[in-house]
Protein backbone atom coordinates (compact mmCIF):
# COMPACT_ATOMS: atom_id res chain seq x y z
CA UNK A 1 0.00 0.00 0.00
CA UNK A 2 1.10 3.54 -0.87
CA UNK A 3 2.09 5.78 1.63
CA UNK A 4 -0.72 8.80 1.86
CA UNK A 5 0.64 12.35 1.09
CA UNK A 6 -0.76 14.99 3.96
CA UNK A 7 -3.86 15.86 1.85
CA UNK A 8 -4.81 12.54 2.03
CA UNK A 9 -4.29 12.60 5.91
CA UNK A 10 -6.52 15.41 6.67
CA UNK A 11 -8.88 14.69 4.49
CA UNK A 12 -9.59 11.14 5.88
CA UNK A 13 -9.30 12.73 9.22
CA UNK A 14 -11.84 15.28 8.16
CA UNK A 15 -14.32 12.89 7.19
CA UNK A 16 -13.89 11.15 10.63
CA UNK A 17 -14.52 14.42 12.75
CA UNK A 18 -17.69 15.37 9.98
CA UNK A 19 -19.48 12.27 11.11
CA UNK A 20 -19.47 13.12 14.52
CA UNK A 21 -19.60 16.61 14.57
CA UNK A 22 -22.89 18.64 13.61
CA UNK A 23 -24.05 22.14 14.37
CA UNK A 24 -27.53 23.62 14.52
CA UNK A 25 -29.18 26.53 14.92
CA UNK A 26 -28.45 26.92 18.93
CA UNK A 27 -25.26 25.70 18.61
CA UNK A 28 -23.60 26.10 15.45
CA UNK A 29 -20.55 24.31 14.15
CA UNK A 30 -17.12 26.89 14.34
CA UNK A 31 -15.66 25.31 10.89
CA UNK A 32 -11.76 26.29 10.21
CA UNK A 33 -9.97 26.30 6.92
CA UNK A 34 -6.39 27.20 6.98
CA UNK A 35 -4.36 27.38 3.82
CA UNK A 36 -0.44 28.31 3.39
CA UNK A 37 -0.66 31.88 3.96
CA UNK A 38 -4.37 32.43 5.73
CA UNK A 39 -6.40 31.24 7.61
CA UNK A 40 -10.72 30.78 7.86
CA UNK A 41 -13.37 30.35 10.21
CA UNK A 42 -17.17 30.01 9.91
CA UNK A 43 -20.51 29.32 12.37
CA UNK A 44 -22.19 26.99 10.48
CA UNK A 45 -25.78 26.06 11.34
CA UNK A 46 -25.71 22.11 9.85
CA UNK A 47 -29.60 22.07 10.00
CA UNK A 48 -30.22 25.26 7.75
CA UNK A 49 -26.86 24.92 5.98
CA UNK A 50 -26.51 28.41 6.34
CA UNK A 51 -23.29 30.36 7.79
CA UNK A 52 -24.09 32.57 10.57
CA UNK A 53 -21.26 34.78 11.14
CA UNK A 54 -17.49 34.13 9.31
CA UNK A 55 -14.27 35.86 9.88
CA UNK A 56 -10.40 35.11 7.93
CA UNK A 57 -7.11 36.50 8.04
CA UNK A 58 -8.30 38.19 5.25
CA UNK A 59 -10.32 40.97 6.90
CA UNK A 60 -6.96 41.43 9.09
CA UNK A 61 -5.58 44.04 7.51
CA UNK A 62 -3.42 47.34 9.42
CA UNK A 63 -4.22 50.75 9.02
CA UNK A 64 -1.75 51.27 6.10
CA UNK A 65 -2.32 48.67 4.03
CA UNK A 66 -3.18 48.71 0.15
CA UNK A 67 -6.17 47.38 -0.68
CA UNK A 68 -4.35 44.73 -3.00
CA UNK A 69 -5.51 41.25 -1.72
CA UNK A 70 -2.35 39.68 -3.42
CA UNK A 71 -0.06 42.10 -0.90
CA UNK A 72 0.49 39.97 2.42
CA UNK A 73 -1.67 41.59 5.00
CA UNK A 74 0.42 41.88 7.73
CA UNK A 75 3.82 41.82 9.59
CA UNK A 76 2.56 39.68 12.44
CA UNK A 77 3.03 36.18 12.19
CA UNK A 78 0.51 33.60 11.13
CA UNK A 79 -0.29 32.50 14.70
CA UNK A 80 -0.96 36.20 15.77
CA UNK A 81 -3.23 37.24 12.60
CA UNK A 82 -4.97 33.52 13.83
CA UNK A 83 -5.43 34.94 17.31
CA UNK A 84 -6.63 38.25 15.45
CA UNK A 85 -9.18 35.95 13.73
CA UNK A 86 -10.58 34.10 16.75
CA UNK A 87 -11.50 37.18 18.66
CA UNK A 88 -13.18 39.01 16.07
CA UNK A 89 -14.92 35.55 14.92
CA UNK A 90 -15.89 35.69 19.27
CA UNK A 91 -16.74 39.10 19.06
CA UNK A 92 -19.20 38.64 15.93
CA UNK A 93 -20.82 35.79 17.64
CA UNK A 94 -21.48 37.63 20.44
CA UNK A 95 -23.08 40.46 18.70
CA UNK A 96 -25.09 37.79 17.11
CA UNK A 97 -26.38 36.51 20.27
CA UNK A 98 -24.31 33.29 19.61
CA UNK A 99 -22.40 31.71 22.71
CA UNK A 100 -21.24 28.29 22.26
CA UNK A 101 -20.47 26.01 19.40
CA UNK A 102 -19.42 22.74 18.24
CA UNK A 103 -15.08 23.33 17.38
CA UNK A 104 -14.62 21.47 13.51
CA UNK A 105 -10.89 21.50 13.54
CA UNK A 106 -11.51 20.97 9.67
CA UNK A 107 -8.98 17.29 10.43
CA UNK A 108 -5.90 19.74 11.03
CA UNK A 109 -3.88 18.64 14.48
CA UNK A 110 -5.10 20.78 17.43
CA UNK A 111 -1.80 22.91 17.95
CA UNK A 112 -0.27 26.20 16.01
CA UNK A 113 -2.87 28.41 13.91
CA UNK A 114 -5.81 25.81 14.87
CA UNK A 115 -5.51 26.23 18.76
CA UNK A 116 -4.44 30.29 18.82
CA UNK A 117 -7.73 30.36 16.68
CA UNK A 118 -9.65 28.28 19.30
CA UNK A 119 -7.97 30.19 22.60
CA UNK A 120 -9.08 33.68 21.06
CA UNK A 121 -12.34 32.55 20.22
CA UNK A 122 -12.80 31.21 23.41
CA UNK A 123 -10.80 34.51 25.68
CA UNK A 124 -13.79 36.32 23.69
CA UNK A 125 -16.57 34.70 24.86
CA UNK A 126 -17.09 31.90 22.59
CA UNK A 127 -17.96 28.43 25.00
CA UNK A 128 -16.88 24.76 22.69
Do not use: C, W
Given at each position: ?????????????????????????????LAVFRSIEHIY????????????????????????????????????????????????????????????????????????????????????????
Open positions: MAKQTRRESRTRRHSRVREKVRGSAARPRAQLIDDDSGNTLVQASSLDVRPATASPSPAEPQSNAKKSERAKTVGAMLGEKAKAKGIGEAVFDRGGYRYHGRVKALGDAARSAGLRF
